[in-house]
């Protein structure tokens, strides 16, 4: 069974950075897509970066240039690296994961995964 745990939330000044990882577990995926979305209060979920099992990065026009999104395969843990840091970064961030047995393009499935985090927070105070 997938299982996903985030840690490395806070806070921070506006203009700072934060390293967010997310432990993954239970995968027998051959190809699978990993990614970070955000939902503030009052505020849709936003997709905000992915990582398909290729390595190929996808990352939403509000933290293009400013969050990296990266994994370790040898710790089965995607990281999500954000600089200089918003007042409108703040939210809970969630990490999700989608895939199957056969390598393949899962990330367009992320929305509607099953396998969820249960969140961390981000503040930025300006």
């Known amino acids: 069974q997938v299982q996903l745990v985030e840690s490395g939330g806070g806070s921070v000044q506006a203009g700072g950075s934060l390293r967010l990882s997310c432990a993954a577990s239970?995968?027998?995926?051959?190809?699978?897509?990993m990614g970070w979305f955000r939902q503030a209060p009052g505020k849709p979920r936003e997709e905000i970066a992915t990582?398909?099992?290729?390595?190929?990065?996808s990352y939403a026009d509000s933290v293009k240039g400013r969050f990296t999104i990266s994994r370790d395969n040898a710790k089965n843990t995607l990281y999500l690296q954000m600089n200089s840091l918003k007042p409108e970064d703040t939210a809970a961030y969630y990490c999700?994961?989608?895939?199957?047995?056969?390598?393949?393009?899962?990330?367009?499935?992320?929305?509607?995964?099953?396998?969820w985090g249960q969140g961390t927070q981000v503040t930025v105070s300006s």
């Open positions: 999700a994961a989608e895939g199957g047995a056969h390598a393949g393009s899962w990330c367009m499935y992320l929305p509607t995964s099953n396998y």
């Open positions: 239970g995968f027998t995926f051959t190809g699978y897509c």
């Open positions: 990582l398909d099992s290729d390595g190929d990065t």
